[in-house]
Every structure is written in C-alpha cells, then in structure tokens.
C-alpha cells in the first residue's frame, strides 16, 4: 500500500517562496515517476513539474525560472521549491507518484499568494 503526505503549504506575500515536500511510504517511489500538480478554484487540474525515475526534470511553461522540484529516493521525499510566486499560483498543490500503471496521490496542501 502507498501512501502520500504533504506539507508546507501556506500564506505567502507575492513574491515569496514556499517549499513543498511529499512524503510517501510504500516501494513504489524509488523507481515512479513523481509530479507536481495543482487546481485552483474553477479550474481543472493542471501539471506543474515532473521528475521521472532518471532524474529528467521539466516544467510547466507557467513555472519555468521561479518553480524547482527534486527528489530524495533515500528519504521517500519529494519537493518542491517555488520562488517568485504570484497570486495566480494561488491553488491547492497535489504530489502524485506514477509507477507500473498506477497513481497515487496526496490529499494536497492549500498554497494561497496574496497581499
């Protein structure tokens, strides 16, 4: 069984950073895929970085320069690093882990950008 945790969300000021971590249990980390997600109100569920099991990192076009995500297999962790944010990065922030045709997701942490 598979179970994904995060944390690190929060209020931040424009212009700020947060840094979000995913914690996961189970055997399926070391060698997933990871990803970043998010979903603002009224909108769908958007990709905001991935990070496969070689260590290829890419970027939504929205998140290129201010977002870096990474991952730590000795600590089952993933994270998640944003600078620069905007009130449009305001959203909920889900981590998921693909692995032999499965997802796993967190149950997500509110990121809110305001003044």
């Known amino acids: 069984q598979v179970q994904l945790v995060e944390s690190g969300g929060g209020l931040v000021q424009p212009g700020g950073s947060l840094r979000l971590s995913c914690a996961a249990s189970g055997s399926i980390f070391r060698l997933g895929d990871l990803g970043w997600y998010r979903q603002a109100p009224g909108k769908q569920r958007e990709l905001v970085a991935t990070n496969d099991w070689s260590g290829r990192t890419n970027y939504a076009d929205f998140v290129k320069g201010r977002f870096t995500m990474s991952r730590d297999n000795a600590k089952n962790t993933m994270y998640l690093q944003m600078n620069s944010l905007k009130p449009e990065d305001t959203a909920v922030y889900y981590c998921?882990?693909?692995?032999?045709?499965?997802?796993?997701w967190g149950q997500g942490t509110q990121v809110t950008v305001s003044s």
């Open positions: 998921n882990v693909y692995r032999l045709g499965a997802n796993y």
